[in-house]
């Protein structure tokens, strides 16, 4: 059997069974469970939270960039499932000296696709995998045709305070942003820019997204901002929709559908 090499040129032996996983990045392990994999799962993050019976039933090891080794090394894993951007590369070399390491690197739907595709391969469950697949795709073009004549308004997407940090350029959340129809203000620029607010005067937004995560924007940021910004339109927006990828992604067109909708009855009001 040919070996399957992840997102990250890992080669992973599809011949093992694995039967004791550990995965730290909490839409991965959503995803294993909505491919039926919740009984191979020994190990998950504190930020693990869907679906939420899980932390109760399974040993929490840390966080995504804070792992508590001894509980980790105690579950014997087979493998471990990680992230290039939620995990550190210290954390991903020393899990490498015990086990095997998966590690997925997500910026589009493709690559989605992808990740669903190899976890189908090495769990054993391909037809799962590829059934939900089919599910997102079809989402997708769902909901493309409801966008179909939208005009994509100028959207800034804020992750974070003191400093103020906005989703740029190659991320998930700016494919996502398109996906569901926006137009990313900071495209152009790197990952996570730190900005300061007059930079959203200059960048002439319709939209001011902030996000419920990382950071946890709330309705007194809103109205924080809106004394900055009078004249553009501030939005709390659920951030596991634009940055969670996997199975997460079929309830994401779901939610862009219902929050288009309701700008637009806002806005008609």
């Keep these: 059997m040919i070996p399957l090499v992840d997102q990250l040129g890992r080669h992973i032996d599809t011949s093992r069974a694995f039967k004791r996983v550990v995965c730290l990045v909490p839409s991965q392990t959503e995803l294993l469970y909505d491919l039926g994999l919740e009984h191979l799962l020994v190990g998950i993050t504190k930020f ?35 992230n290039k951007e939620e995990n550190t590369q210290q954390i991903v070399e020393q899990l490498e000296d015990f086990t095997q390491v998966h590690l997925a ?50 959207v800034a997407y804020m992750i974070w305070k003191k400093p103020w940090m906005l989703a740029g350029g190659d991320t998930f959340i700016n494919h996502m942003l398109e996906v569901a129809g926006y137009k990313n203000a900071f495209k152009n620029h790197s990952r996570y820019p730190e900005i300061e607010l007059s930079d959203l005067h200059t960048s002439k937004i319709d939209l001011l997204f902030l996000s419920s995560e990382p950071y946890p924007f709330k309705e007194k940021h809103k109205e ?23 199975s997460r992604v079929s309830l994401a067109l779901e939610y862009f559908k219902e929050l288009k909708l309701q700008l637009k009855t806002k806005k008609a009001d």
């Design 105 to 154: 690197d997500i910026y589009n739907l493709d690559d989605c696709y992808e990740l669903i595709q190899q976890y189908g391969e090495i769990f054993k469950v391909a037809r799962k995998a590829e059934f939900l697949i089919q599910q997102i795709k079809k989402k997708a073009k769902e909901y493309n045709s409801f966008l179909s004549g939208e005009p994509r308004q100028k």
């Design 224 to 246: 924080e901002l809106a004394g900055v910004f009078p004249g553009t339109e501030i939005v709390l927006v659920d951030g596991e929709f634009f940055s969670w990828y996997g």
């Design 48 to 82: 693990c939270v869907h679906p939420n019976h899980l932390r109760s039933n399974i040993t929490v090891v840390g966080g995504t960039k804070n792992v508590h080794w001894e509980t980790l090394k105690s579950l014997n894993p087979d493998i471990v499932l990680c």
